[in-house]
């Protein structure tokens, strides 16, 4: 079973915002774990690889370790957390779709000062430029159910809270 690990605190990648640097850093882990899942190679040498790449400096290389080394090795299980919120078996994910969910459940579980929505987004985001046509739907709904049970109080504050609009004066009785 995958353990999970608290982090470090937030750094801003060289040259960017942080927002940016956490972006670059599951870029980098998403591009990773699939290269792990249809190569088989090793995880050092793989995070050897990714830290010589192009656009590395970008990435918040603390957030872009804790990543991985909570992934590298764990993914599989990670996505099998998942298994109950699947509509199909794991097995039958794309691996771009299967590494992107790996990430999101990571978060979702080791990183709970990373607010869900946020968790959410940034793997929709993900799928939207790395997965299939509609990909980053199916991710949407399995991270917001997935987050519905293992971030259960914070998904009902959320639900809870109504919208407010925004501008000047909005909401001003």
Same mark, same amino acid.
Request: proline fraction near 9%; hydrophobic fraction near 25%; charged fraction near 40%.
């Given at each position: 079973m995958p353990s999970t690990r608290t982090g470090s605190p937030p750094v801003r990648a060289a040259g960017g915002s942080r927002a940016y640097g956490r972006r670059r850093a599951r870029e980098l882990v998403l591009q990773g774990l699939y290269q792990r899942r249809l190569s088989g190679n090793a995880p050092g040498a793989i995070r050897a690889q990714l830290a010589? #790449?192009? /656009?590395? %400096?970008? &990435?918040d290389a603390g957030f872009f370790d804790e990543l991985w080394r909570g992934l590298?090795?764990?993914?599989?299980?990670w @996505? %099998?957390?998942l298994a109950a919120v699947l509509? *199909?078996? #794991?097995a039958e994910l794309s691996p771009i779709e299967r590494s992107i969910l790996a990430i999101g459940a990571y978060e979702l579980e080791a990183?709970?000062?990373? =607010?869900? +929505?946020v968790v959410?987004? %940034? &793997?929709?985001?993900? &799928?939207? #430029?790395? /997965?299939g046509t509609d990909g980053h739907k199916y991710v949407n709904g399995v991270l917001d159910r997935y987050a519905a049970g293992v971030r259960a109080d914070e998904v009902a504050r +959320? +639900?809870?809270? =109504? @919208?407010?609009? *925004? /501008? =000047? /004066?909005?909401? +001003?009785p």
């Open positions: 010589e #790449s192009k /656009g590395y %400096e970008r &990435a590298a090795d764990d993914a599989d299980a @996505v %099998e957390r509509d *199909r078996p #794991s990183r709970p000062e990373i =607010p869900y +929505r959410i987004n %940034e &793997a929709v985001e993900l &799928a939207k #430029s790395y /997965g +959320r +639900r809870d809270t =109504p @919208v407010r609009a *925004r /501008g =000047p /004066g909005a909401n +001003r």
